[in-house]
């Protein structure tokens, strides 16, 4: 894991964790879901990596595993991209988080730049 500088509001860090993701269409029905991984992670959001393109109109409802905890979060898909071997990527950006979920994201961050600073 890695500590990514960029013109954000928050730093991003490389991590690779599972998900599952369910896309809802303006109506909240579900319309496709799947597993993907995070390549980073951020306080504002993340970088998805799935095997198949997301639509940037739908909402996508994240279960994020950080370490033992798991985090459930809406956000936006404000891009898409072909990744590596033919995978697709997708900026997410967060959004409707509730507290908990925003603690444990919090904590996860904190203690990732504690370890980096050990280093």
């Given at each position: ?13 490389g ?77 997410i ?27």
């Amino acid at each position: 894991m890695t500590i990514i500088k960029q013109k954000r509001r928050h730093d991003r860090i490389g991590s690779l964790n599972l998900l599952n993701y369910v896309c809802l269409d303006g109506n909240n029905d579900e319309v496709n879901q799947g597993m993907g991984r995070t390549l980073n992670v951020s306080q504002g959001g993340i970088l998805l990596e799935t095997h198949v393109s997301l639509d940037k109109n739908h909402i996508i409802s994240l279960s994020i595993g950080l370490e033992d905890e798991l985090v459930e979060i809406k956000g936006s898909i404000i891009y898409c991209r072909e990744g590596e071997k033919g995978k697709s990527e997708a900026g997410i950006e967060f959004h409707d988080v509730n507290e908990q979920s925003l603690l444990i994201l919090n904590r996860y961050i904190k203690a990732f730049r504690e370890m980096q600073k050990q280093e």
